[in-house]
């Protein structure tokens, strides 16, 4: 059966307004709280704005107490087996908040229950659930979570029948903070790397329109949004499904063209398909940070190929250097999976090595996890979780050596960052981060917040820099 683009008509998106509205009516005055719990990705959290916007349109107040809350959401991931288990753990957990509020109804959405075995354990084992969804059915929710509250007996919903394909608009959000904003521009991914379930739980590629997504950009511009991120799970594939002549790097020109004083970041960009023109536009649009994450998984060519990464170690090496010619200033980060199926140590010695001529500014390392269904599940493996655990110490060493020294490579300079947060702590109480996307401590007045400034980085450890206001 082909795989077929489906776009959810205005007309559905505003009868599940209408719905919100009904929910509202019929619930009266009475003061209600909802709880949405997200895990995984960024993809996933801007996912839970959808939620808490639905949520918002249906009268609810939000609270991050299990035991206040009228309606919790539980939006999951299923990348690794720790984060499922986890997921598992904490909505076993809620068992004691749903005896003290026995009309509480709990919902798991997310990818880890687009599984068939996931959503069958929720099933037969978590009798306290009341409604599980899969990604593709999000834009349902109100109709789903109404079918719930409103059923004569208890009933217990579950969606997660296979992808469809959807692009839905206009869905109401509910952003956290005021500073940094997610703006999905495409869903899915059709790269089938051997370890990786997300193209099963999210389906096939998918481009949203530019011109709604540079609609999105300039409201959360308006709104005074100063750092935008926008989400893909190979950004680099943006618009081959709209038969348009637009591309990734067209859309970072469109949304650079904004008038206004922001950043532009993306994530995640696969290393088959990052350009030259890529490259080549993040350098000349001025709003365009040099922050690129990309990638590696592994620095063995063997590995890469049985991963079905459709690159080598040489053509990795190639773009990051090209990149850097490009960027001089540029801040690269990386994934690196330890561990897949066959490998050896000296095949993980290649990573090492790749590491080191690199120079990652940060790595986000992991030890393999089985994912039931792909083809790295069925690989034979002899090495054993011991061997695995000394190569991720061995290499979690050495990306915070590496980071440690590119860190104090930023002592004495003075820098541009963006103020976002709070640190809560009393010496360095405010938090930013510089164009790169690296951390930067600041003492300051929290009036700062959402405000550009020049610092001096004073000190520097593995994991963040210090600096003075200028």
Same mark, same amino acid.
């Given at each position: 059966?082909a795989?077929v683009?489906k776009?959810?008509?205005?007309e559905s998106?505003?009868?599940?307004?209408r719905?919100?509205a009904g929910?509202?009516? @019929?619930?009266?005055e009475?003061p209600? *709280?909802?709880?949405?719990?997200?895990y995984?990705c960024q993809q996933?959290?801007?996912?839970?704005e959808?939620?808490?916007?639905y949520?918002?349109?249906?009268?609810?107040?939000f609270?991050?107490?299990?035991?206040?809350?009228d309606?919790i959401?539980?939006?999951?991931c299923?990348v690794?087996?720790?984060a499922e288990?986890r997921?598992?753990?904490?909505?076993g957990?809620?068992n004691?908040?749903k005896?003290?509020?026995?009309?509480q109804?709990i919902?798991?959405?997310?990818c880890?229950?687009?599984?068939?075995?996931?959503?069958?354990?929720l099933?037969k084992?978590?009798p306290?659930?009341?409604?599980?969804?899969?990604p593709?059915?999000?834009?349902?929710?109100?109709?789903?979570?109404?079918?719930? *509250?409103?059923?004569?007996?208890r009933?217990?919903?579950?969606?997660?029948?296979?992808d469809?394909g959807?692009?839905a608009?206009?869905?109401?959000?509910r952003?956290?903070?005021?500073?940094?904003?997610?703006?999905s521009v495409?869903?899915?991914c059709?790269?089938f790397?051997?370890?990786?379930?997300?193209p099963?739980? +999210?389906g096939?590629?998918?481009?949203?329109?530019?011109?709604?997504?540079?609609?999105?950009a300039?409201?959360?511009?308006?709104?005074g949004?100063?750092d935008?991120?926008?989400?893909g799970?190979?950004?680099n594939s943006?618009?081959?499904d709209?038969g348009i002549n637009?591309?990734?790097?067209? *859309?970072?020109?469109?949304i650079n063209d904004?008038?206004?004083d922001f950043l532009?970041r993306?994530m995640t960009s696969?290393?088959?398909?990052?350009?030259?023109?890529l490259?080549?536009?993040?350098?000349e649009?001025?709003?365009?940070a040099?922050?690129?994450h990309?990638?590696?998984q592994?620095?063995?060519?063997?590995?890469?190929k049985?991963?079905?990464?459709?690159?080598?170690?040489?053509k990795?090496l190639?773009q990051?250097?090209?990149?850097r010619?490009?960027?001089?200033d540029?801040?690269?980060t990386t994934?690196?999976?330890?561990?897949?199926?066959?490998?050896?140590?000296?095949?993980?010695?290649?990573?090492? +090595?790749?590491c080191?001529?690199? @120079?990652?500014?940060a790595m986000?390392?992991?030890?393999y996890?089985?994912r039931?269904?792909t083809p790295?599940?069925?690989m034979p493996?002899?090495?054993?979780r011991?061997?695995?655990?000394?190569?991720?110490?061995?290499?979690?060493?050495?990306?915070n050596?590496?980071?440690?020294?590119?860190?104090?490579?930023?002592?004495?300079?003075?820098?541009?960052?963006?103020?976002?947060g709070?640190t809560g702590?009393?010496g360095?109480?405010?938090s930013?981060?510089?164009n790169?996307g @690296?951390l930067?401590h600041?003492?300051?007045?929290?009036?700062l917040?959402?405000?550009f400034?020049?610092?001096?980085?004073?000190?520097?450890?593995?994991?963040a820099?210090?600096?003075e206001?200028?």
């Amino acid at each position: 059966m082909a795989y077929v683009r489906k776009e959810i008509s205005t007309e559905s998106i505003r009868a599940q307004e209408r719905i919100c509205a009904g929910i509202n009516e @019929r619930l009266g005055e009475k003061p209600r *709280l909802a709880m949405v719990d997200t895990y995984g990705c960024q993809q996933n959290e801007a996912d839970s704005e959808k939620l808490r916007g639905y949520l918002a349109e249906m009268g609810y107040g939000f609270t991050s107490n299990e035991f206040e809350a009228d309606v919790i959401v539980v939006n999951t991931c299923a990348v690794r087996e720790h984060a499922e288990m986890r997921v598992l753990g904490n909505v076993g957990q809620l068992n004691h908040a749903k005896k003290e509020k026995p009309g509480q109804i709990i919902a798991v959405c997310g990818c880890m229950v687009q599984q068939e075995h996931m959503a069958e354990k929720l099933r037969k084992s978590y009798p306290i659930v009341d409604l599980v969804f899969g990604p593709h059915e999000l834009w349902r929710f109100p109709e789903l979570l109404e079918s719930v *509250l409103f059923a004569k007996k208890r009933r217990r919903v579950f969606e997660t029948g296979p992808d469809d394909g959807s692009v839905a608009e206009g869905i109401p959000l509910r952003r956290d903070g005021s500073v940094k904003a997610w703006l999905s521009v495409m869903y899915g991914c059709n790269n089938f790397c051997t370890y990786c379930v997300v193209p099963y739980v +999210r389906g096939r590629e998918r481009s949203r329109r530019p011109e709604d997504i540079v609609r999105e950009a300039r409201e959360l511009v308006a709104a005074g949004y100063k750092d935008i991120t926008l989400l893909g799970q190979n950004v680099n594939s943006y618009g081959r499904d709209l038969g348009i002549n637009v591309d990734f790097a067209d *859309l970072l020109r469109m949304i650079n063209d904004i008038e206004g004083d922001f950043l532009i970041r993306f994530m995640t960009s696969h290393p088959k398909d990052a350009t030259e023109k890529l490259f080549r536009t993040m350098a000349e649009c001025e709003k365009c940070a040099h922050q690129l994450h990309l990638p590696v998984q592994s620095g063995n060519d063997r590995v890469l190929k049985a991963m079905n990464r459709h690159y080598d170690s040489e053509k990795y090496l190639r773009q990051a250097e090209l990149a850097r010619k490009y960027m001089p200033d540029l801040v690269i980060t990386t994934d690196i999976i330890v561990g897949f199926p066959g490998e050896t140590d000296e095949e993980f010695e290649d990573t090492v +090595r790749l590491c080191e001529r690199v @120079r990652f500014d940060a790595m986000f390392t992991f030890i393999y996890s089985k994912r039931v269904g792909t083809p790295a599940a069925e690989m034979p493996d002899a090495a054993t979780r011991e061997q695995k655990q000394r190569r991720f110490d061995r290499l979690l060493d050495t990306a915070n050596r590496i980071s440690g020294e590119k860190h104090a490579e930023y002592e004495g300079r003075t820098l541009r960052v963006l103020i976002d947060g709070e640190t809560g702590k009393p010496g360095y109480n405010l938090s930013s981060r510089t164009n790169g996307g @690296r951390l930067v401590h600041l003492k300051g007045d929290t009036g700062l917040i959402g405000s550009f400034a020049e610092v001096r980085i004073v000190s520097s450890n593995t994991w963040a820099l210090y600096g003075e206001l200028v």
